[in-house]
């Protein structure tokens, strides 16, 4: 192919189609009219030789093909940027969209926070905060660009993605005030009432139960919830008693609830913060990283 007939801001285009799977969004994004972003899908397909975007159940979905440029396109843009703007774009003029992954509990902390501090720093900087689906799911996000960063927990990490640790997370029993456990709190009075686990594939059994069987005791789990931001709401009108992460205590849990360490140890577990190798240079990205690495995000 000559890269001569090639119109290097279809590879743009391109980019924001694969990410939007939508005309209309890819449109808006670009600041372009919908009938020239889809004359640009309609060149790019003929350039590739490939649909890239297909009509599945009402609604668009990328090719195989184009999930396998995805990544690469990330990379090849992000590497053009870095030669054409070898000086580093003031903060205040930048334009972009970042896309951060991380569960929702991290995301109520981070959010409102992040957003009021990169007001000021980089007012042009709009964020995007998309579902957790596990370590995995954040480690094949951030290869293909369908993320920016990642705010979880990941085992493991070895290049092209950076890991780098944001905080240590605690675990914490909670139970509404008043409840009948929290005089005089120990071990038989943690399990004297049925417990609210946390499992986002549904599973009744969890790490916890296996130390306590290591001890000779067991549990009632009365309800399995998907999200650790449930537990506190469910505490809170009924005799049930949960244990969960220091950032998913309610914000202002003084009146309402009491709250203590778990009667068992419970080890401390990492919060990461990664991003790709394609991001290294990208100072809209890494800001965001800085600026999110120096939030106050500590529990009770």
């Not at 440029?69 to 070898?86: E, F, I, V, W």
């Not at 004297?192 to 599973?203: M, N, W």
């Amino acid at each position: 192919m000559n890269l001569r007939s090639v119109d290097l801001n279809l590879l743009v285009i391109l980019d924001a189609l694969l990410d939007e799977a939508h005309v209309s969004r890819a449109a808006i994004r670009l600041n372009l009219s919908q009938p020239a972003t889809s004359a640009s899908l309609g060149r790019l397909r003929q350039l590739f030789g490939d649909p890239l975007l297909e009509r599945s159940e009402g609604a668009m979905r990328l090719t195989p093909v184009a999930e396998a440029l995805r990544g690469r396109l990330k990379d090849l843009l992000a590497d053009t940027h870095a030669l054409l703007d070898l000086q580093p774009e003031a903060l205040q003029s930048i334009q972009k969209v970042v896309r951060i992954s991380t569960a929702d509990h991290l995301a109520i902390r981070v959010a409102d926070q992040l957003h009021g501090l990169l007001s000021q720093s980089a007012p042009g900087i709009d964020l995007v905060f998309q579902p957790y689906h596990g370590a995995p799911g954040a480690l094949e996000a951030l290869s293909k660009g369908a993320i920016d960063l990642s705010i979880s927990i990941l085992p493991t990490a070895t290049p092209p993605i950076t890991r780098e640790e944001l905080m240590r997370e605690h675990w914490r029993v909670i139970m509404r005030e008043g409840h009948p456990a929290a005089k005089n709190f120990d071990l038989d009075q943690w399990l004297a009432y049925p417990h609210v686990s946390v499992s986002g594939r549904g599973e009744i059994r969890a790490a916890l139960d296996d130390k306590l069987v290591a001890l000779g005791r067991n549990r009632r789990i009365g309800l399995v919830v998907p999200s650790f931001l449930m537990v506190a709401p469910l505490v809170r009108r009924s005799d049930f008693i949960g244990v969960i992460p220091t950032l998913s205590l309610p914000l202002d849990s003084s009146e309402d609830f009491a709250i203590f360490p778990p009667p068992i140890p419970l080890e401390e577990f990492p919060i990461h913060i990664a991003w790709h190798a394609r991001h290294d240079a990208d100072v809209a990205v890494q800001h965001v990283r800085a600026t999110i690495q120096g939030l106050h995000l500590g529990g009770a």
